[in-house]
């Protein structure tokens, strides 16, 4: 099946500091992918909507210019986390969708990366 | 406002019995409902979906029921099994209406714990 492979799976910055988060779709091509953030005990929260090629869609609070999302090509998304500050730290989710009509509607998620910033 | 909810942070089960979680939902546009366990620290693992064409769908141990006058979807399991212990998250898409983009939303999600 579909295979989306995220890392890191946890990383430890200091605060002030950029960190990247990979994203990338194994064994097929991501029309569109998304990236989630979760606080403990919390839903997954949309952060932004990516599509190959085009700026990110980012959701109603959260800071463009803080999470610089890329989505250069169909396999390959990453998310930097710019001057990052401890309340940034959190667990971040992926998913890549594409045109599966699959039971799980072509979405598939990461395993997730915990951003520690210390 | 939350579009979609799982009003009950957690749930205990014995082993073999039936678990029984709650979504509701509150936009009528969503016509897709997808259930994720979820261990800490993992990402989502999908367990079943339903279109909103149906009112059931089954998959082994899992049943969902979507009740579409009454927005509201639950997921069965039977027999409940230590194994299933995780956060169950429900998810929502208006996939027909939302483009080529069909973002998820997710509940709060809810604490299965069965013990043996």
């Known amino acids: 099946g579909a295979v989306v492979s995220q890392h890191p799976s946890r990383v430890i910055c200091k605060s002030g500091t950029s960190v990247k988060i990979e994203c990338r779709s194994l064994?097929?091509?991501?029309?569109?992918m998304f990236w989630y953030r979760q606080f403990p005990k919390q839903s997954l929260m949309l952060m932004a909507t990516s599509n190959e090629g085009s700026k990110a869609t980012y959701e109603q609070g959260v800071e463009k210019d803080k999470f610089l999302i890329n989505h250069a090509s169909l396999t390959l998304s990453t998310l930097t986390v710019t001057s990052a500050h401890p309340e940034d730290s959190s667990f971040y989710i992926c998913?890549?969708?594409?045109?599966?009509?699959?039971?799980?509607?072509?979405?598939?998620f990461g395993s997730g990366t915990r951003l520690t910033v210390v | 406002d939350q579009q979609v909810k799982q009003n009950s942070p957690s749930l205990s089960v014995q082993e073999g019995r039936i678990s029984i979680l709650n979504c509701d939902y509150t936009n009528s546009m969503f016509d897709y409902f997808l259930w994720y366990k979820k261990y800490p620290a993992e990402g989502p693992t999908f367990l079943i979906s339903i279109s909103s064409i149906k009112d059931k769908n089954e998959d082994g141990r899992f049943t969902v029921f979507l009740n579409k006058s009454a927005k509201h979807l639950s997921l069965h399991i039977v027999p409940s099994q230590p194994g299933d212990s995780a956060v169950y998250f429900c998810?929502?898409?208006?996939?027909?209406?939302?483009?080529?983009?069909?973002?998820?939303?997710f509940g709060k999600g809810t604490k299965l714990s069965v013990k043996p």
């Open positions: 998810a929502a898409s208006a996939l027909r209406y939302g483009g080529s983009q069909g973002n998820l939303i």
């Open positions: 998913s890549a969708r594409d045109r599966g009509a699959g039971g799980n509607y072509g979405y598939t």
């Open positions: 064994d097929f091509q991501a029309t569109t």
